[in-house]
């Protein structure tokens, strides 16, 4: 394996380590009654909101300049890889788009939902 597609391997790791993170952040702080004393938990849960945003528009920013590589336009880079680095590279780019619109949404009206 060349040492580009290992590094793409390797980002594609952590771009998921990141985003599962988010989400088991964003679910301990809902279910997980830790929080600072005259807070609420949905005032917790809502700040959790933020964190999720933050980290879905890290890693969209990480993976933007593989889109060269996997996106289907006029610019992209004619390289062959493996069937599964494009599969992963959609699956992270829909996830992050997901993380993103969820996480604003509990950055919102986090509070009211719990």
Do not use: N
Not at 31 to 44: A, D, K, L, R
Not at 87 to 98: D, G, H, M, R
């Amino acid at each position: 394996m060349k040492h580009w597609q290992e590094s793409i391997k390797k980002l594609f790791i952590q771009c998921s380590f990141w985003l599962l993170f988010a989400i088991v952040f964003a679910t301990i702080s809902a279910f997980v009654p830790i929080y600072p004393g005259e807070e609420s938990q949905g005032t917790w849960f809502q700040r959790s909101g933020a964190v999720v945003v933050l980290l879905g528009v890290w890693v969209e920013f990480k993976l933007f300049p593989l889109s060269t590589y996997f996106d289907k336009s006029a610019y992209a880079v004619p390289v062959k890889l493996p069937t599964s680095y494009h599969l992963a590279y959609k699956y992270l780019s829909t996830t992050t788009i997901f993380l993103v619109i969820t996480g604003t949404i509990i950055w919102g009206y986090g509070d009211l939902f719990l």
